[in-house]
């Protein structure tokens, strides 16, 4: 099955388009679209999914509308924001490491968003404004620390992957001494903080993530182009115009801030983006990074399980990071025994 076509541009350019991506990140679209209809029905006053799509078009009642508006909506809003956030980070994190073993997951941003976030809690007792800047803070400064260790004429992906694995066992050593310095009111709030949850979210959430994700979505895809070329290596890409460096740098900090971001909204939610990349790219079947199908996996991703955890366990008992801890953590067991079958690690 032919699955790459050339399109002609009124300009007289021609475009490569990949059928098969395209159906992929559309047929994702309408599963992220379809399970946030049945997520916003969900909860301890369901509503159908037809009323909640005629709600959501300004023809529901009173009491529906405000339980979709106000209650639901803004919950689902931000889970497609983190997923697509998480997927779009992750990708960047695997293309420019080579590796991928290089999501946020491994190389401990989410542990330094973590770090921030809980220096907030414990020293200073900080509202969830606070808790939310730490987060963001603690990810940035990994991030930034991850890259200049990294650094020697360039950054190496398994050198990137290396460091970064040094630097999630250090911050989780110190995660693990600010919960034993807390009291047991902090801690509690910590523990909370750190399963990575959706619950109580609201417009406040909302409106940094979209904005953060309308500039640096179209940034990150318009430098796509490079990125692949960067895969047949520096020296190539630069005899092909790429600046190499300046690419890897944008798109580095564009993933640092993105997953920094989703991480200070949701807490560190695992492994979404570690999987969504790697299936997106199973689906596919095509090579490159594959940032628009693994935007749309994560956004599909997280609101299928924050759906499948209210459906299971019922509302806000069980947090989403634990449901995409299971199963991230079993994606991750599988792709290890591949990696090793074929020789990679």
């Known amino acids: 099955m032919k699955t790459n076509r050339a399109v002609r541009t009124p300009g007289g350019l021609s475009v490569r388009l990949d059928v098969r991506a395209l159906t992929v990140v559309l047929l994702l679209l309408l599963a992220a679209f379809a399970a ?28 529906q509308e405000f339980i979709v508006n106000e209650l639901r909506l803004p919950r689902v809003l931000v889970a497609l924001l983190v997923g697509a956030s998480l997927g779009l ?17 491994i190389l401990g941003l989410g542990q330094g ?36 260790l990294a650094w020697k004429q360039g950054v190496h992906g398994y050198r990137l992957v290396l460091v970064g694995i040094g630097m999630s066992a250090i911050l989780t050593a110190v995660n693990g001494y600010l919960l034993t310095v807390s009291d047991i009111v902090d801690a509690a709030r910590s523990v909370v903080w750190m399963t990575g949850s959706l619950s109580g979210r609201d417009w ?46 944008l798109l580095m900090i564009s993933a640092v801030l993105l997953t920094a971001a989703a991480t200070a909204a949701a807490g560190p939610v695992s492994f979404v983006a570690l999987t969504a990349p790697q299936l997106a790219r199973r689906l596919t ?15 599909a991703l997280l609101v299928v399980a924050d759906w499948a955890s209210q459906r299971l366990f019922g509302a806000d008992q069980m947090p989403v990071g634990v449901v995409t801890g299971v199963v991230g953590g079993a994606y991750l067991l599988w792709l290890l025994v591949t990696e090793r079958r074929a020789g990679r690690i």
């Open 113 to 148: 968003a973590t770090a921030g976030a809980l220096t907030m809690i414990v020293l200073f007792s900080g509202s969830a404004n606070q808790v939310t800047i730490g987060a963001l803070v603690g990810g940035l400064v990994t991030g930034l620390a991850i890259y200049l």
């Open 89 to 105: 980070g992750g990708a960047l994190f695997q293309a420019v490491s080579g590796n991928p073993l290089g999501s946020p997951d």
């Open 204 to 249: 406040a959430q909302v409106w940094p993530l979209l904005a953060l994700c309308t500039v640096l979505v179209p940034l990150v895809l318009a430098n796509a182009r490079g990125l692949r070329m960067m895969e047949m290596g520096d020296d190539v890409s630069n005899a092909l115009g790429v600046r190499v460096e300046r690419v890897r740098a």
């Open 285 to 299: 079947r095509s090579p490159g990074p594959n940032l628009l199908p693994s935007l749309c996996m994560g956004a």
């Open 36 to 63: 946030s209809v049945l997520l916003i029905g969900t909860g301890d006053f369901p509503i159908s999914a037809g009323d909640v799509v005629k709600t959501l078009l300004g023809n529901g009642d009173p009491g």
